[in-house]
T-cell receptor, first 113, second 113 residues
Framework: AQSVTQLDSHVSVSEGTPVLLRCNYS??????LFWYVQHPNKGLQLLLK??????LVKGINGFEAEFKKSETSFHLTKPSAHMSDAAEYFC???????????FGAGTTVTVRA | DAEITQSPRHKITETGRQVTLACHQT?????MFWYRQDLGHGLRLIHY???????NKGEVSDGYSVSRSNTEDLPLTLESAASSQTSVYFC????????????FGPGTRLTVL
C-alpha cells in the first residue's frame, strides 16, 4: 500500500524567507509523487511531480522538491516566500500502473508580512 | 478553453434526502474521480471511473454512487444524505498514463442538516 505523511500541519514563515514543507512516503514500489496546492476556496493545482526521471524536480512559482529514496522523503522548498504562497499544500503518492492518488493530511502555510 | 466544472457550488440539504452533485469536463479525459475533503484528512477517494460504463469504489464509498454514461460527466449521488456527509467535494479528471496529472474542479460545499 502507498501512503504519505506530512510532518507539519502548519508552517508559518516571514515574507522573503525560505519555505520547507516535509513529506515522507511509504511504498512497496517506486512511486510517483506529487505536490498540489490549494488556495482558499479554490480547487487544487499541481505544483510539481516526480516520475523517476530526475531526483530534483522544479515546479511552478519557484517551488522545487527533492526525491530521496534512502530517506523515503519528498520535501518541498522555496528559497523566498511570497504573500501569495499562503495556501494548503498536499503531498500525494500514486503507485505504478495505477491512476489513483493518496493524499497526505495537508500543510497550511501562513506568510507573515 | 477546456475545463472541469462542478455544480452546484454550494448545497444545503436535509438528512435522508437524495442529492446529486454534477461534474463535467471538456478535456475528453478517460479518467474521472470524486473526492471529499475534511479537516485533518486531506482528500479521500470516493469513486472513480476509467471510462464509459466503468465505475469503481474508493476508500470511502459507503452511501455514495456514481454512473458514467458518457466521457464528459460523472455525477455523484448521495442516496440518503447523512450529517457525516457534510463536506467539500472535488471532482477531478485525467488522461491516464504514468504519473498521471489530475485536474480538479472548484469544489462543491455540501451541508447536511
Amino acid at each position: 500500500a502507498q501512503s504519505v505523511t506530512q510532518l507539519d500541519s502548519h508552517v508559518s514563515v516571514s515574507e522573503g524567507t525560505p519555505v520547507l514543507l516535509r513529506c515522507n512516503y511509504s511504498s512497496s514500489y517506486s512511486p510517483s509523487l506529487f505536490w498540489y496546492v490549494q488556495h482558499p476556496n479554490k480547487g487544487l493545482q499541481l505544483l510539481l511531480k516526480y516520475t523517476s526521471a530526475a531526483t530534483l524536480v522544479k515546479g511552478i512559482n519557484g517551488f522545487e522538491a527533492e526525491f530521496k529514496k534512502s530517506e523515503t522523503s519528498f520535501h518541498l522548498t522555496k528559497p523566498s516566500a511570497h504573500m501569495s504562497d499562503a495556501a494548503e499544500y498536499f503531498c500525494v503518492v500514486s503507485p505504478p500502473n495505477d491512476y489513483k492518488l493518496s493524499f497526505g493530511a495537508g500543510t497550511t502555510v501562513t506568510v507573515r508580512a | 478553453d477546456a475545463e472541469i466544472t462542478q455544480s452546484p457550488r454550494h448545497k444545503i440539504t436535509e438528512t435522508g434526502r437524495q442529492v446529486t452533485l454534477a461534474c463535467h469536463q471538456t478535456w475528453n479525459h478517460n479518467n474521472m474521480f470524486w473526492y471529499r475533503q475534511d479537516l485533518g484528512h486531506g482528500l479521500r477517494l470516493i469513486h472513480y471511473s476509467y471510462g464509459v460504463q466503468d465505475t469503481n469504489k474508493g476508500e470511502v464509498s459507503d452511501g455514495y454512487s456514481v454512473s458514467r454514461s458518457n466521457t464528459e460527466d460523472l455525477p455523484l449521488t448521495l442516496e440518503s444524505a447523512a450529517s457525516s456527509q457534510t463536506s467539500v467535494y472535488f471532482c477531478a479528471s485525467s488522461v491516464g498514463g504514468q504519473a498521471d496529472t489530475q485536474y480538479f474542479g472548484p469544489g462543491t460545499r455540501l451541508t447536511v442538516l
